[in-house]
């Protein structure tokens, strides 16, 4: 299950928009999740969470959740 959070605030860090997504979930299905999807050039420093980049996933979302994800290869890695 994943919760899709946007913030496309350009002054705050990567890392805070999380943590307000993590905070979200929480409120919303009462337990932590552990892992966040992000697009491959969002750049992401500090993450309360494992961070496994997804070209799905468009600029300024945070899809948080709490299923184990499978990092998928990106062209060049």
């Known amino acids: 299950m994943f919760l899709m959070w946007y913030d496309n605030d350009r ?6 928009k999380i943590e307000e997504a993590i905070e979200r979930f929480v ?3 009462g337990r932590a999740p552990t892992v966040v999807l ?13 961070v496994v980049p997804r070209p799905t996933v468009a600029r300024n979302f945070y899809w ?6 499978e990092p998928v290869a990106l062209a060049g890695d």
């Open 38 to 50: 992000v697009n491959p050039e969002e750049p992401v420093e500090g993450a309360p969470l494992p």
């Open 27 to 29: 409120e919303k299905y």
């Open 11 to 16: 002054k705050k860090q990567a890392r805070l």
């Open 64 to 69: 948080v959740g709490d299923e184990e994800v």
